[in-house]
């Protein structure tokens, strides 16, 4: 069989949900770029991705998304839905020689349907599954699906000898490491593969060669990793089942050249690294630092150059975060998991609340914003320790955050634990694998009624407290905004009406500003993620002469903008 086409897919999730999930796939993505180099033709389809249509990103409000649990739910077990029969016509339409797909925990049963559908439509075409549920279980995907052939753990270098493999049909494909198949009616697993030790070897994600790429935002193709595997040991973490807990990290320069190459392909501002444990060692971490400054990004300015990171709480100091900083990072995220020190304890988090609340007021006095993730529902915990998290994350009062249910992940002592207790059902609780939902809560001192309660409570008090965070930095840089406008450049005076409110209309009560001159009122909308700012700008009655206001919304929106880059436009309420 001759292999030229190879189609990865990730399969759709969140659209059953009415969302979609935009950014680039990175393990099809680096897939990929090995193919690409061995000489093969590689499509990457993220069937997550909406292209048409204007719907939400993933991850929103978290009350929202309970409710779309369960048309995901509906729509995943029935496999007339419309979205299967349209992601198998894509395929199709590619005509691909080879289908690899990535499989999540949480995707399991799409994967499975899709699958199925696929074998049915192109009962030809090898089909090789891979990801992070392969790499903990390839007996069970194997077992439960029709695929052929299943790939666990670090994927590039398997894939790419698969695919030779069965191109020049040689038979010595199955000694492949790494590599588990049906041999008849028997399921055969090789040993693992070794890792890539010099991660500057393995080629960039290739981001080119995703379908509807043109539909993408600049800042969707800005996720990266610089390294691979996490030093810690988290009993919810299904990380090291993939990458270890060996660290690699690759060169200064490698990852550089990376974001430059992105930033000049697709004009992306916006970096993200979705490394583990993006420090481990502080001076790899400075040489990171120094090169992005070398090489001109942090020069650049946070409009068009800025990145985001997620750092273990125990290894947060104020002049690291101050270094990061100077060069771009405007954002960092902790795992802060729990407000009960009693789970962070059964967890193996290594840190206490004392040594976060710390890491959190390092990012806050260096004028970073602080994103908190946070967990709920460990098999052990009562509502004093759910109350504890939530009190926790209030105090913290992160810019951003993730209140999450834990979901046992098979392969990890959570897993496990809850297994030993009969709180969880192997394979048919993968369909609720998905942190914001409240069908799968395995704590046994709290009914499932109550769990729903504390749940939608706990989802609104963060929704809040987020929300109100967002529009009290917004309007702190806007009353930063116009005091620098000293010189009252637009002839008027400026000054803000109020508080920054949820409602665009509010702003016709003028406040205590002065008696001519104009009121600014700002208004964002209540979606979590808005990226709008609403402007209303009032000139007070006897207000001479006529101001340029067009020239005012100009520096206005520009400045905001420069401030909060990350919001897409500032706008100005109608007729003002
Ligand atoms: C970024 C991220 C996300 C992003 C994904 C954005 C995107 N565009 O991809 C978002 C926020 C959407 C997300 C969501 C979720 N995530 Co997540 N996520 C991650 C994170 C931090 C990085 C993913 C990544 O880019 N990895 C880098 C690439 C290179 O690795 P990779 O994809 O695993 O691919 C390699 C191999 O696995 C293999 N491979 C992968 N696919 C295939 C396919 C084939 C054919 C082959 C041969 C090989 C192969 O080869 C690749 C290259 O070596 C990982 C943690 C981690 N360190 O990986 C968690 C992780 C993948 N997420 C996890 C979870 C649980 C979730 C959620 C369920 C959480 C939730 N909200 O409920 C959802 C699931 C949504 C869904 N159903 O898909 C778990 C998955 C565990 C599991 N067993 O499935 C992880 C491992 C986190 C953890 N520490 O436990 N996530
Ligand atoms: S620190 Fe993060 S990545 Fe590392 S084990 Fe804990 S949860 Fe997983």
Redesign the pocket.
Known sequence: MSIKKVL?VDPP?FRFMGER?S??????A??AGALKQAGFDVTIYNADFEHREQVPE??KAFSSEVSGFDAYRRGVTDANHPLYSEVVDQIAEQAPDLI???V????FFVSKTLIGLIKDRLPDVPI??????V??DAEHTLRRTRADFA?HG???R??VALAQGLSAGDAALYELAGLSFRRGGELVHNAPAEQVMDLDEIPFPDRDCILHSDSMTPNDFG?L?ASRGCPFACTF???RT??TRRVRRRSAANVVDEMVQIKAKYGTTFFSF?D?CFVTKLDETYELCDEIDRRGLSALGKKEFRFWCEIHPNLITEPLVRRLKKSGCVAIAIGAESGSQRTLDHINKASSTDVIRNAARAIKACDVDLTTFFMIGFPWENEADIGATVDFMAELNPDSGNL?IL?P??GTPVYDYCAERGLVKYDEDFLN????RSSLFVSDAITADRSREIITGAFQRVDQLIEGNRRAKIQRTLERVIAADSASRFGLKLAMAGGLTADAGAADGPADGPAEGADVTLSCDQDYASATIDVSLVVREGTAPEPDLAALRAYLSAALLNELPQYAQVQFAAGK
């Open positions: 990865l999730f999930q950014s680039t796939p990175l393990g099809l680096y897939l993933a991850n690899g797909i990535t999540k925990t949480g995707k090789v599954v891979g990801g992070n549920h790499t903990a790939v670090e994927g590039e398997t894939l996720n990793f973490c299904d990380s993939t990458w979705s583990d999450s979901t992940l098979p694998c998905f942190h914001q």
